[in-house]
């Protein structure tokens, strides 16, 4: 398990717990056991899951573990896994965030490695009058796929839940990444 609180891998012997969902998708929640007995464990598994699997099929199907730890340290998204920090998420959610965090690391778990290099999209990018957010700016390759998803799924799934300065906003920032995103036929369930 990797553990930003060492930034390195940690070897343990973890509480395993799959969580499967109705879309057919399932992973393996592996939880440090620093949270103790197996029940508190699976709780905090049960929490997480319940979240993840609010997630669009599209964000999970390359998820195959999630990590657990205590601490406040960034979640993680990439090699096919959901990096928690408990802390943080306790964070995350007072700001209203939780969800939004996971789209974003998700988005680096299963799209990245089939969007970020590809040449309609560095084409998309390139045609669009700028980024979406500084941090896609500063790491195209890295972040832009991830920071770009969460405007798209607001603009196309949810538009209700932001504001019209903020939907023109989105369209006038990204609107080649919207449409390569819409040419992609996402499995977007639960959300579509």
Do not use: C
């Not at 959610?93 to 939780?98: A, E, T, V, Y």
């Not at 970020?116 to 896609?136: M, R, V």
């Not at 932001?162 to 369930?189: C, E, G, K, W």
Request: charged fraction near 20%; glycine fraction near 6%.
């Amino acid at each position: 398990m990797f553990d930003r609180r060492v930034d390195g891998w940690i070897t343990v012997i973890a509480h395993l717990f799959n969580a499967s969902f109705d879309d057919g998708l399932s992973v393996e929640i592996q939880v440090n056991p620093e949270f103790g007995e197996s029940a508190i464990a699976l709780a905090e598994a049960e929490k997480y899951a319940e979240v993840i699997g609010r997630l669009p099929t599209v964000l999970r199907k390359d998820v195959e573990t999630v990590w657990i730890h205590k601490g406040t340290e960034p979640f993680g998204g990439g090699n096919n896994n959901l990096l928690i920090h408990v802390g943080q998420a306790d964070l995350y959610l007072q700001d209203g965030i939780l969800e939004e965090t996971f789209v974003h690391e998700a988005a680096h778990t299963s799209l990245d490695a089939a969007h970020a290099s590809a040449p309609a999209w560095l084409a998309a990018q390139s045609a669009d009058p700028t980024f979406i957010s500084t941090y896609a700016r500063n790491f195209p390759r890295r972040e832009d796929i991830a920071e770009s998803f969460l405007p798209y799924l607001a603009i196309r799934y949810r538009p209700d839940r932001i504001s019209l300065s903020l939907a023109d906003t989105i369209m006038q920032t990204m609107p080649r990444r919207i449409a390569y995103f819409d040419n992609q036929s996402f499995d977007m369930h639960p959300i579509e």
